[in-house]
């Protein structure tokens, strides 16, 4: 079961890299972006980025360094406490997240290779999993 479930994420991410690739971006980066996108002001701290995300801060920094240098981002410090820094999106940033989730429902979330019924039986399972590890399945 393991190594089945291990093949079918590395197999989903070929999919989803093949979408991402040639807008250069990773799946995290992309990440980086929807969050961004759907935060109401277009930014938001490094650390809760990284907390939503559920990854370390340096893989965010990392993550922010890249796309800042593909002009996607731009780092902003917060006006009431200079200490913060923001990360926001930008209007090449907004674009290339749009095309990304158009390829990305195109080519791999509609169309995962199972019938509604057997997604939502997979999912109910894999809830089961993540539950019975502590994670949130809301």
Known sequence: MVTSLVRVQQLMMERIDAVLRPLE???ARYEVLRLLSFSSAGAMPMTRLGSLLQV???SVTSAVDRLERQG???RQRQDE???VVLASIT???RAVVEKATDGLNGEVFQRPG???TQ???LTGLLGVLRADAGD???
Do not use: C, Y
């Open 25 to 27: 971006l990773t799946f």
């Open 56 to 58: 370390h801060p340096t």
């Open 72 to 74: 996607f981002v731009e």
């Open 81 to 83: 406490d200079r200490r």
């Open 91 to 93: 209007d090449a940033g």
């Open 114 to 116: 199972l019938t509604a």
């Open 119 to 121: 997604l939502s039986a």
């Open 136 to 138: 949130s399945v809301d």
